[in-house]
């Protein structure tokens, strides 16, 4: 199993529709966790972090499943600004060595007018 | 404020050339980054620093050479490049984590398209 995993997409979604996508990761020890966005031909820039208690940032929902092992983010009301690619991140602690960072693949998403 | 800067934005190498992609970052950041995104691969760790005059290994970091003799600086070099090294690299830095937390928000730099020949 690969140790994050994110469905590729694309997701085609009409404008005003919400979307959610998850992102699963393999090891229990894991111990952070983020949404990026990406667009296109651009660098990747923090959405938002993922709290154990779930998190939301306007139209933006963050939750973090641990016994399932996925994290998820919720888009309402989307935009056709928020058309990107989203990049889930996972830190992994390592004993005398320095967090281990994974990004995932990343899930496309098309807003559509 | 510019944040991460790279230079170059793009490069032409013909295989067995050499280069060196700048890295530079004005947030006083301890720990920096390069990274290769290549499509279907995602983003991939090449070398990392935790401070000046200290670099390690990432996930991927045969055929690249690092150096961090400047705290705001991090240079990537190419000793011969490979057509397998055509990719959009990109430089990232960071704060020390705080506050329990060991890894803080990531600064990406706008990237570098590398195209070697």
């Known amino acids: 199993r690969k140790e994050v995993e994110q469905d590729p997409g694309p997701f085609n979604v009409p404008e005003g529709a919400t979307v959610a996508f998850n992102c699963t990761y393999s090891?229990?020890?894991?111990?952070?966790f983020f949404w990026y966005r990406q667009d296109c031909r651009k660098e990747p820039k923090l959405l938002m972090s993922?709290?154990?208690s779930g998190n939301e940032d306007g139209r933006f929902t963050a939750q973090l499943n641990r016994a399932s092992q996925y994290i998820s983010l919720l888009i309402r009301d989307s935009k056709l600004s928020d058309s990107a690619t989203y990049l889930c991140v996972v830190t992994l602690p390592h004993l005398n060595r320095d967090d281990k960072i994974i990004f995932g693949k990343g899930t496309r998403l098309h807003i559509l007018p | 404020n510019a944040g991460v800067t790279q230079t170059p934005k793009f490069r032409v190498l013909k295989t067995g050339q050499s280069m060196t992609l700048l890295c530079a970052q004005d947030?006083?950041?301890?720990?920096m980054y390069w990274y290769r995104q290549d499509p279907g691969m995602g983003l991939r760790l090449i070398h990392y620093s935790v401070g000046e005059g200290t670099t390690a290994k990432g996930e991927v970091p045969d055929g690249y050479n690092v150096s961090r003799l400047k705290k705001q600086n991090f240079l990537l070099g190419l000793e011969s490049a490979a057509p397998s090294q055509t990719s959009v690299y990109f430089c990232a830095s960071s704060s020390r984590g705080s506050g329990g937390r060991s890894y803080n928000e990531q600064f990406f730099g706008p990237g570098t398209r590398l195209t070697v020949l």
């Open positions: 947030m006083n950041h301890e720990y």
């Open positions: 090891n229990s020890a894991s111990q952070s």
């Open positions: 993922v709290y154990s």
